[in-house]
């Protein structure tokens, strides 16, 4: 209780003393000073002001121990270590391994490397030179002083080249070649103003080694040429079980399901086989062993004939319209004629060329000429009765691969290396379509179809296209056949005779069979032990499919 009244007797004298200074205070008002707006203002209260710092709290150089390890898992630093600090081992027991090499200053991965010049053309050079040939100049040795002991590596090659760099080695075979080159050209001019005369002077001096034509001979393998009757073995069988001199194909076809017979003699790999023209009784092969043979395709199946005539494999084969001679391209540089009842050569044709591929003119007017498609870019048509050239082809820009005769027999459609399709007039050098899109590839080999409206292209990016062989020769993109890997063959594609199915070979020796309206791949036989180059459908049988491979073997599926 005393408390209270002492807190309230100083509450009150509190109140008192403030009433006094207020009174003073109105005094004051009333008397105002005359002067007072001459003495410079004071202010009878002072306010104080808080200091606020926003920077954030860094730590001083000084006070920041720069030796002091840094832990790994630490994911905030509050001060900016040096680079040392930052990339400093971890903490740990000094390695009782480490070498005076390992502790060693370096600048580089694998040591240190003393600075020095050396040009970029010179060190490059001794490099390829060392990955090439095994050795290089020693670079602690002064290069005015070069001897046998200069070089690092493979001596005994570096004293070999005399120690040429590859740089100088390439450079003198570049020298060669262009050499060659012009002699071959200023070679080919002579021998195009006058043949005879100049062979014959380059022979004299020796510059000229032009390889003779091989020995042509024939080997019958059947006891009789003729039967009872005295007909050959050309004469078209009429006891088979088919019409094979019926022009109407099969109204249906089926897929081959299981192989009925090989004809084996070429003793390497088949480049090309061809079916008798109209019956298909009779086929002919050619191989990489440089022979052709005739055999049977109905009866004994028996291997008729052997031609020999090519010094190197025979690329290409081709028949006339009644089958009595044909046409056989080799590496040899020649193109033969042969007689297919006696097996005599009966010409030979050449413009010291390889020839790739050849066709007789299906025109039963002009079955005394033929075209080729040579190595050198070129088209050449050959007169078989005056052995002569009589037109060129030259527009491609590659080696010419196939030839295709369209549009009843009055154009003809080739491809080349160059990636190109090329339209031609018969007998105009000039082609009136040029196909080459930038996503087309080779294309290898092409087929008519049967009823020669469409033109099946093997590409090299492993699809079947197929081209429009009338008028426009426009791509048909919705009939691709894929499935099949032929990258770096020419597979040679056909068709059953009904127009159902597409066949081709692969690289790995299969068989393909495609649907023609769907485009599916139906069917897919192990034909061959290596590629299947070729696979032909019989025209009058409804599912045999003949096939070859670079096995050497021929096979019949049915």
């Not at 009782?96 to 370096?106: C, G, K, L, V, Y």
């Not at 095994?134 to 493979?154: F, H, R």
């Not at 059947?222 to 022009?247: A, I, W």
């Not at 003699?265 to 990489?288: E, N, W, Y």
């Amino acid at each position: 209780m005393s408390a209270a009244i002492a807190s309230l007797a100083s509450y009150g004298s509190d109140s008192d003393s403030e009433n006094e200074s207020e009174s003073n205070t109105t005094n004051e008002a009333d008397d105002p000073d005359p002067t007072a707006h001459l003495k410079p203002l004071q202010s009878t209260k002072t306010m104080a002001l808080a200091v606020l710092n926003s920077a954030p709290e860094v730590a001083v150089k000084e006070s920041v121990e720069t030796g002091v390890h840094l832990d790994p898992a630490l994911k905030e630093v509050s001060y900016n270590p040096s680079f040392e600090t930052m990339f400093a081992p971890e903490f740990g027991p000094e390695n009782p391994f480490r070498s005076e090499q390992m502790s060693a200053t370096r600048n580089m991965l694998s040591g240190y490397a003393e600075p020095a010049h050396v040009n970029d053309f010179m060190f490059e050079q001794q490099r390829r030179t060392f990955s090439t040939f095994g050795y290089a100049l020693d670079p602690s040795v002064d290069t005015n002083q070069v001897s046998a002991t200069s070089y690092i590596g493979a001596v005994e090659e570096a004293e070999k080249s005399k120690g040429n760099s590859i740089f100088f080695l390439f450079r003198n075979q570049k020298r060669g070649k262009r050499l060659k080159e012009e002699m071959q050209e200023r070679l080919t001019t002579f021998l195009d103003l006058g043949p005879n005369m100049l062979m014959r002077k380059m022979q004299k001096r020796g510059r000229v080694e032009e390889e003779a034509p091989a020995e042509e001979k024939t080997i019958l393998h059947v006891k009789d040429m003729f039967d009872y009757q005295g007909r050959s073995y050309l004469h078209v069988p009429q006891d088979v079980g088919v019409n094979l001199r019926s022009t109407e194909p099969p109204e249906k076809c089926y897929l081959p399901k299981k192989q009925i017979h090989v004809w084996s003699g070429h003793t390497k790999g088949v480049s090309a086989i061809r079916l008798f023209p109209g019956s298909g009784h009779l086929l002919l092969s050619s191989s990489m062993d440089c022979k052709i043979k005739l055999w049977e395709v109905y009866g004994e199946r028996r291997c008729i004939r052997t031609f020999i005539g090519h010094s190197k494999a025979v690329r290409d084969i081709c028949f006339n319209n009644a089958g009595t001679q044909f046409l056989s391209a080799g590496y040899d540089r020649y193109l033969k004629l042969w007689d297919s009842e006696t097996g005599q050569c009966i010409s030979r044709f050449t413009n010291r060329k390889v020839p790739y591929c050849v066709k007789f003119n299906p025109d039963e007017d002009k079955q005394n000429l033929f075209v080729a498609g040579m190595s050198d870019k070129k088209i050449v048509q050959w007169d078989i009765r005056t052995e002569e050239v009589v037109q060129e082809y030259d527009r491609h820009l590659g080696a010419v691969n196939t030839i295709t005769f369209v549009d009843e027999n009055r154009r003809f459609v080739s491809t080349s290396d160059d990636k190109s399709l090329r339209v031609w007039e018969w007998d105009i050098p000039v082609d009136f379509k040029y196909i080459a899109e930038p996503s087309m590839h080779s294309m290898p080999a092409v087929t008519l179809s049967p009823n020669g409206k469409w033109l099946a292209c093997q590409s090299m990016d492993n699809q079947i296209l197929i081209f429009g062989a009338q008028n426009r020769f426009r791509l048909n993109k919705k009939k691709v056949f894929k499935g099949h890997m032929v990258a770096g063959y020419a597979c040679q594609v056909d068709f059953s005779p009904d127009m159902s199915y597409v066949v081709s070979g692969d690289a790995d020796g299969k068989l393909n069979i495609w649907d023609w309206k769907t485009t599916k791949l139906y069917h897919r036989i192990k034909a061959h032990d290596k590629v299947c180059i070729s696979a032909l459908w019989h025209p009058h049988e409804t599912s045999k499919v003949i096939t070859c491979g670079w096995d050497g073997q021929i096979k019949l599926w049915d």
